[in-house]
């Protein structure tokens, strides 16, 4: 999960672009919604947050049936959790967490509370109560970082509003008259500052809809209100606001399913839109109106790596701002999915997770809560393997379904995607943008159960981090170099990366990425696209074109997992564990290749890391470059890839597969990106 000084940092971020030089025009905001469907039927009824009475006694119903292992691992958690110790808070939180201090603290008090209302053992009620009160007892939630003074905004105020909110309506008549008092008025405090700040925005003036801060809080802000309806006038509109802000969002979700904050991130905003919607059924909001809804059980299909590979450190794509290892489930959010979309595939990965004890059960009751058993697993044999999600221009390809495939993932597309950036432009803000990285025409492999060229982790952003182009030392749009005041984020009139085409066969994936529109017109780059070539099951062939206004130094970045050694036939050879990564410059006309290791400083409390990098380098304005990657597992020699021929007639030979390539002379002006 994501770590209190990753928050920091980017909070800290966050307010430099917001309140610095370039900082954005006033954001729309959105206007609280004053039609509540029932919300009226629930004054004077517990529990009315997620549930109520009846789904309470269906939910016991299936405790020794079809939801057993649900219960198992609700009670399991919130045994655990009755066990430890209730938190003990200094006089206030550190300046150097104020979006992420004790956020497991309300993760778990809503767990506890949610085990007393279904199991009613006092063990849990003793618990939550303990807890509950800690909270309450902790004036100061947040602390601004430069001035010390309390902050009250964040992540935090999510999970702990939801905690609390959770605990005063499944303990409404069962908690003493001073532990009532304390919680109330700790909800009503801190839910009314939390909403004045919502009314503005949670990252400076204006709503960033497509931001997983502005779900988190949304839904802690929407939890108070429920909690206090009937007892605080202002209930209402504290209900009003975040159904708004769920609507505005469920417009504007990426119509293919996929998240421009990387699957990490895609997991923890998702876990609380769906607590909003399912908070929300009663106010009359559908599940999910977006075809986003009806594709994102496949993103996350696509996200995840080959299953036979699975481990608690490293199970996913870590695209964007994201680890290896899950941060929120994903499983209970897959059986929403699952339920939403009668999906079997859904289902199946979410067993599939739960049985390889992968993920990252964080909130187990809404699993319990989530799953429909009725929709049956079914495995995705009978998928395609490559998976296409247009608006954000990502592919990820697979060599087949048998859980110890080769797995490509491709990116060339808008930042935020092609639809939010056109069809809502005017409700685009800056915090859209925070977790996105510089990485057009960048790609990963993954081969024989391993990483073999990588991403290279959370937060770093810059281009020269990533598998794709430099042009004299500078990267993409957006690079954290002061010295280049490249656009970001991207405006109105910027142009934008796009993938060119997608083509899949049982035996060949090819993709073409035109990153051009990623660079600053004043680089020099006039073109720059990118080929993928998915020989099954073992060879990946990158065919990289450019064009630059003058000669220009070049540098193709290659991240290989380890340091590749030159072998005397001219190619590069990396051991990663029990497999073995080729690396063969078939066609670089004479560029340079050079192997070096990129120190990276130590961010979010990890230690300090480096970078393999094997690199092209080449002067030139004009350079087409063929490399060829090959891997087998069990220390065995990859395939040897062979280029034949020339111009349109070239052809790639690896063993018995040939595979046709036009490499004819073309120019930029051919290249350049349709209107």
């Avoid at 609700?74 to 979006?99: C, F, V, W």
């Avoid at 603290?105 to 807890?131: C, K």
């Avoid at 006039?526 to 220009?552: S, W």
């Amino acid at each position: 999960m994501p770590s209190c000084n990753r928050f920091f940092c980017l909070f800290s971020l966050a307010l430099a672009l917001l309140f610095g030089a370039n900082a954005a025009r006033a954001q729309i905001t959105v206007q609280p919604e004053t039609q509540l469907g029932r919300l009226d039927e629930l004054r004077g009824v517990h529990p009315r947050l997620f549930l109520e009475s009846a789904q309470v006694k269906r939910l016991q119903a299936g405790r020794e049936g079809e939801l057993s292992s649900e219960w198992s691992a609700m009670l399991d958690d919130a045994g655990k959790i009755a066990a430890m110790k209730p938190p003990a808070y200094k006089s206030a939180p550190s300046r150097q967490s104020e979006h992420a201090w004790r956020r497991e603290d309300g993760n778990q008090l809503a767990n506890l509370s949610f085990a007393w209302l279904m199991t009613r053992e006092r063990r849990f009620l003793t618990q939550a109560t303990a807890w509950a009160r800690a909270i309450a007892s902790q004036p100061v939630w947040g602390v601004d970082s430069k001035t010390g003074k309390p902050l009250e905004t964040g992540l935090v105020y999510g999970h702990l509003l939801l905690g609390l909110s959770m605990f005063y309506d499944y303990a409404q008549d069962d908690m003493d008259a001073e532990t009532r008092a304390i919680v109330r008025n700790t909800l009503r405090s801190h839910a009314a500052s939390a909403a004045d700040r919502l009314r503005e925005g949670t990252w400076g003036r204006g709503h960033a809809l497509q931001s997983n801060h502005t779900w988190v809080y949304a839904t802690g802000v929407m939890a108070a209100g429920f909690a206090l309806l009937d007892e605080e006038p202002a209930a209402t509109g504290w209900i009003g606001l975040p159904l708004a802000i769920l609507r505005a969002s469920d417009e504007m979700l990426s119509p293919d399913g996929a998240s421009q904050e990387g699957f990490g991130y895609h997991q923890y905003g998702v876990e609380y839109l769906l607590k909003m919607i399912t908070m929300a059924g009663v106010l009359g909001f559908s599940e999910g109106k977006s075809p986003w809804w009806s594709r994102t059980g496949d993103y996350a299909l696509a996200m995840l790596t080959p299953r036979n590979a699975w481990t608690k450190e490293a199970a996913q794509v870590d695209f964007s701002d994201a680890d290896r290892a899950p941060w929120y489930g994903p499983d209970h959010l897959l059986r929403w999915l699952a339920r939403r979309n009668k999906d079997g595939v859904s289902q199946w990965l979410a067993d599939s997770l739960v049985s390889a004890g992968v993920g990252e059960p964080v909130s187990p009751w809404l699993a319990l809560l989530w799953k429909d058993s009725s929709v049956k697993p079914v495995s995705p044999e009978n998928n395609p393997t490559l998976s296409y999600f247009e608006n954000m221009g990502i592919v990820s390809a697979r060599s087949d379904w048998s859980g110890d495939e080769a797995l490509v993932v491709f990116k060339s597309g808008n930042p935020i995607g092609d639809y939010a950036a056109r069809e809502h432009r005017e409700r685009v803000h800056r915090g859209e943008y925070y977790h996105i990285h510089r990485d057009s025409n960048h790609f990963c492999l993954f081969g024989g159960g391993q990483w073999l060229i990588r991403n290279p982790g959370y937060g770093r952003w810059d281009t020269r981090f990533h598998n794709t182009l430099l042009v004299d030392g500078r990267g993409q749009k957006g690079d954290r170099d002061p010295a280049i005041p490249d656009e970001w984020p991207l405006t109105e009139a910027s142009r934008f990366p796009r993938m060119v085409s997608v083509s899949s066969t049982p035996q060949v994936d090819r993709m073409v990425g035109d990153a051009t529109a990623a660079y600053a017109d004043d680089s020099g780059l006039r073109a720059y696209r990118r080929e993928l070539i998915f020989i099954k099951p073992d060879v990946l062939v990158v065919v990289d074109r450019i064009f630059a206004d003058q000669p220009r130094d070049l540098s193709l970045l290659f991240l290989p997992e380890t340091n590749p050694v030159q072998q005397p036939d001219g190619s590069y050879l990396a051991a990663i564990a029990n497999t073995r990564l080729r690396l063969d410059p078939l066609s670089i006309e004479g560029a340079a290749v050079s192997v070096s290791v990129l120190p990276l400083k130590a961010r979010n409390a990890r230690s300090p890391s480096e970078l393999a990098t094997w690199t092209l380098t080449h002067k030139a304005a004009q350079w087409t470059s063929v490399t060829a990657l090959s891997w087998s597992a069990t220390g065995a020699s990859p395939r040897r890839v062979k280029l034949e021929g020339t111009g349109a007639s070239a052809v790639l030979r690896a063993g018995d597969q040939t595979v046709a390539l036009n490499l004819a002379p073309s120019s930029a002006e051919q290249m350049k990106p349709s209107p």
